[in-house]
């Protein structure tokens, strides 16, 4: 069963920036799409960010110029640099296959207050 293990999350001031990153085993990484979700108190989990086989990116429009989804398929990490957060921002963090797949990770959690 594929697998994944985020990390980078933490406290930051609004405007301060994070990057989170995610190892993926157990998939052919360099062939599959991948994404980070979030998911905030009482909301359901979000894509934020997509990025395809071939790196072509996509973005959601809450995070659109300020967060940037990247890949190193060596490695099969996936990250995603955070820029200008906000408070909204505050959520669990994931990172899964776009589409998702039935097996998620634990999260890392980014809380974004002064």
């Known amino acids: 069963q594929v697998q994944f293990v985020e990390s980078g999350g933490g406290l930051v001031p609004p405007g301060g920036s994070l990057r989170l990153s995610c190892e993926v085993s157990?998939?052919?990484?360099?062939?599959?799409?991948m994404g980070w979700y979030r998911q905030a108190p009482g909301k359901q989990r979000e894509l934020v960010a997509g990025?395809?086989?071939?790196?072509?990116?996509n973005y959601a429009d809450s995070v659109k110029g300020r967060f940037t989804i990247s890949r190193d398929n060596a490695k099969k990490m996936v990250f995603l640099q955070m820029n200008s957060l906000k408070p909204e921002d505050a959520a669990v963090y994931y990172c899964?296959?776009?589409?998702?797949?039935?097996?998620w990770g634990q999260g890392t959690q980014v809380i974004v207050s002064s």
């Open positions: 990025i395809t086989s071939g790196g072509t990116t």
């Open positions: 899964n296959t776009n589409p998702s797949v039935d097996s």
């Open positions: 157990r998939i052919v990484f360099r062939w599959s799409a």
